[in-house]
Every structure is written in C-alpha cells, then in structure tokens.
C-alpha cells in the first residue's frame, strides 16, 4: 500500500491568513494526487486534482502543487467557510489511500 | 447535477451482513468513464476506500475487506450496492458512495452524503 502522510495534524489561523498544508507519499505517485476539504457531517468535497487543478467551482483561493512524493496545498487568504479538515488522497494506486487528514480551525 | 443517496439499515448486528444500496441520480451509471466506489469513515476518523465497481460489473475490492466485501450494479435502476459480511463493531462508520472520475486523472467528484451504519447487538 501507499502511505500518505499529511503535516500538521491540525493548525490554527485567523481569517485572512495563508495556509500551507504537507501530504508526502511513501512512493513517487506522479501528480496523482486529489485534495478533499470536509466540514462536520459532510461528505468530502473535491478541491483539487492531479495535484495542481482547480475543480470546477472551486475559490480560486486554494491551489496545490508538487509532485513525486511531496505535495502542498495553499489558501491563499483564509476564510471563514474555510474552517475545515483537509485530506490528500492519492489515485497513482489501484488501490486508493488517504492522508489523515488536517484540521483547520480558528485562532 | 450528478447526485448520490445512500440507503440500507442504520444497525447491523454483529456477524450479520451490513447492506447499503447508492441511488444515482441526474446521470446514468451506465456512462463509461466512471467508476463507483464505496468509502467509508470511522467516527472521528480518516477516510477509508472499500472498493469499486464499473457498470460492466469489473470490480477491486481493498484487500483489507476483499474477504468479505461484495459490491453488485443494477443499472436498470441506476444503483450500487455493498454488501459487507461477518461486521464486527470495527465496522462500525459513516459509509459514503462516490462516484470515480476517470480521464487521464482519477479522482472522486460525487459524494453521497454518508449514512452512518452501528454494529451492535
């Protein structure tokens, strides 16, 4: 299996902050890596793709980059809908792996 | 607007089979270049991939649960089903359906909302 790792396990930050969040994989996964942002008693909600790509709708506030086995991904200026726990999940495997997850809350 | 509903019995009793049923709407499940899996969460826990099925009936399951999971397609209703036997109380979780978007990337697009299955006797 591909471990994913993310870091920090949790954070917190003011509204208009930026925010940079770490997923390492545990083997090169290319730039198949998606982001997941998930609100309490939500399902997970697609944010980025292939490491780098803006899901439709999505603020253009959040972007990601990396590729190999480290991956970032950036808010730009927090805000307060962003309150949230973000997952990475890789899709390089057959079979899928998620990061646990960070959680962002308020300062 | 893609949309996924979860159904099934909210409490399963311990060495019984779990059933949950994910109804597609606003798209066919028949569509190529889709895949449909089963996730799940334990509470206050990470996200955890089940398996998938194609329309076709192709599946892979996580060899975690491949023991004991079974997921079927009835595309003339346009649903998914998992069915998950022998459940212990590690079972226990929010099971959400999604739908797999596949092009040159795989990613999950569609999320059900998640129905949170007990095992308890």
């Known amino acids: 299996d591909i471990q994913m790792t993310q870091s920090p396990s949790s954070l917190s930050a003011s509204v208009g902050d930026r925010v940079t969040i770490t997923c390492r994989a545990s083997q090169s996964i290319s730039s198949y890596l998606n982001w997941y942002q998930q609100k309490p008693g939500k399902a997970p909600k697609l944010l980025i793709y292939?490491?780098?790509s803006l899901q439709s709708g999505v603020p253009s506030r959040f972007s990601g980059s990396g590729s190999g086995t480290d991956f970032t991904l950036t808010i730009s200026s927090l805000q307060p809908e962003d309150f949230a726990t973000y997952y990475c999940q890789q899709s390089y495997s057959i079979l899928f792996t998620f990061g646990p997850g960070t959680k962002v809350d308020i300062k | 607007q893609v949309q996924l509903q979860e159904s099934g019995p909210g409490l399963v009793k311990p060495s019984q089979t779990l059933s949950l049923t994910c109804t597609v709407s606003g798209g066919s499940i028949s569509s190529g270049g889709y895949y449909w899996s089963w996730i799940r969460q334990h509470p206050g826990k990470g996200l955890e991939w089940i398996g998938y099925?194609?329309?076709?009936?192709?599946?892979y399951y996580n060899p975690s649960l491949k023991s004991r999971v079974t997921i079927s397609v009835d595309t003339s209703k346009n649903q998914f089903s998992l069915k998950l036997s022998s459940v212990t109380a590690a079972d226990t979780a929010v099971y959400y359906c999604?739908?797999?978007?596949?092009?040159?990337?795989?990613?999950?697009?569609?999320w059900g909302q998640g129905t949170l299955v007990t095992v308890s006797s």
């Open positions: 999604a739908r797999e978007s596949r092009s040159s990337e795989y990613y999950f697009d569609y």
């Open positions: 099925i194609y329309y076709s009936g192709s599946t």
């Open positions: 292939a490491a780098s």
